[in-house]
C-alpha cells in the first residue's frame, strides 16, 4: 500500500470528518433510498456509498489517492495500528471487545423479538427453536 505521507493529526482529522459524514441526515437519507435490504445486492451499494463519503473527505483534504486506494479506514489501520490514539478514533467503526457479550454453550440467551423483513410479522427467537435437544445456530448480518 503506497504511503500517502499522512501523520497521526492529519489522519485523526481525516476520520474525525468522515465519520460526521457518515452520520450526517443526508447520509442517512441516501442509506435509505439507494439501498435496499431485501436485494442481494445491498452490501455492495453499502460499499458503494462509503466509497463516496470516503473520496469526498479526501477531496475535501485535498488528498489525491491512486486508484487502488482501498478506503480511509484501511490505510489507517495498516498504516496507524500501533497508534492508541488514531486507533481510539476508528472506535466507532470497529469491534474492540468482540467476546465481551459472547453466549456460551449451554448458556442462556435473551428472548428477543424477530421481524421478518417481508410480513413484519413478530417473533420471539425462543419460539423458532423447536429441536430444544439440538443447538441453536444464530447467523446473522448486519449492513451498518
Same mark, same amino acid.
Given at each position: 500500500m503506497e504511503d500517502l505521507g499522512w501523520d497521526a493529526e492529519f489522519a485523526i482529522k481525516i476520520l474525525r470528518r468522515q465519520k460526521e459524514l457518515m452520520y450526517a441526515s443526508e447520509t442517512m437519507k441516501s442509506f435509505k433510498g439507494r439501498l435496499d435490504f431485501k /436485494?442481494?445486492?445491498? +452490501?455492495v451499494n453499502l460499499q458503494k456509498i462509503k466509497g463516496e463519503i470516503d473520496y469526498q473527505v479526501l477531496d475535501e483534504f485535498g488528498v489525491k489517492v491512486p486508484s487502488d486506494f482501498p478506503g480511509i479506514l484501511a490505510y489507517v489501520d495498516a498504516k496507524f495500528s500501533k497508534n492508541q490514539e488514531v486507533m481510539e478514533e476508528l472506535r466507532y467503526r470497529r469491534f474492540? /471487545? +468482540?467476546g465481551k457479550d459472547v453466549l456460551t454453550i449451554g448458556g442462556t440467551y435473551p428472548d428477543v423479538e424477530l421481524v421478518s423483513v417481508e410480513t413484519h410479522d413478530k417473533y420471539l427467537l425462543s419460539s423458532l427453536h423447536l429441536h430444544k435437544e439440538r443447538p441453536l445456530l444464530i447467523v446473522t448480518s448486519s449492513a451498518s
Open positions: /436485494e442481494s445486492d445491498v +452490501l474492540t /471487545e +468482540l
